[in-house]
């Protein structure tokens, strides 16, 4: 995320009503810095790390107003826990490991013929897609 998408994120969680806390603005940063979702487990373990301690319940609630303000976005891929990421990051799919729940971004999406199949055969506007692929990955492929 760039300075700008920083500061524009400020902003927004000002006029959402969200708290610009050390540990609102630290739960951004950390997602800008890991490239990767994570849930409140990793979120409470990278703040404490940074000297901010914070329980379950904030971090919730912080992710919580961070998502209804569309700066994350939350993420479920059948595991029973919700990962959040940027929602400011570029359009992207998922691969999930479904032995240690590594998740890989997928950076390519040719998904436009389906779309436009979807749009015109059943007159159906589509506002966002989202596609998860699972199966293992390299090094669960080598040990199991």
Do not use: Q, W
């Not at 950390?30 to 914070?54: A, H, Q, S, T, W």
């Amino acid at each position: 995320m760039f300075l700008f998408d920083f500061c524009n994120c400020v902003a927004y969680n000002t006029e959402m009503k969200i708290r610009n806390t050390k540990a609102s603005s630290a739960v951004i940063r950390i997602l800008e810095k890991e490239k990767k979702p994570l849930d409140v487990e990793d979120f409470i373990g990278r703040l404490n790390r940074r000297k901010i301690n914070v329980d379950r319940t904030t971090v919730f609630r912080i992710v919580n107003k961070l998502t209804e303000a569309r700066i994350l976005t939350r993420l479920e891929f059948d595991e029973g826990k919700a990962r959040y990421e940027l929602t400011s990051l570029p359009h992207h799919h998922h691969a999930i490991c479904t032995k240690c729940r590594k998740v890989e971004d997928i950076k390519e999406c040719n998904i436009r013929e389906v779309k436009k199949n979807a749009e015109n055969n059943l007159s159906f506007k589509i506002e966002f897609h989202r596609i998860e692929l699972f199966g293992k990955c390299h090094e669960c492929r080598s040990i199991y």
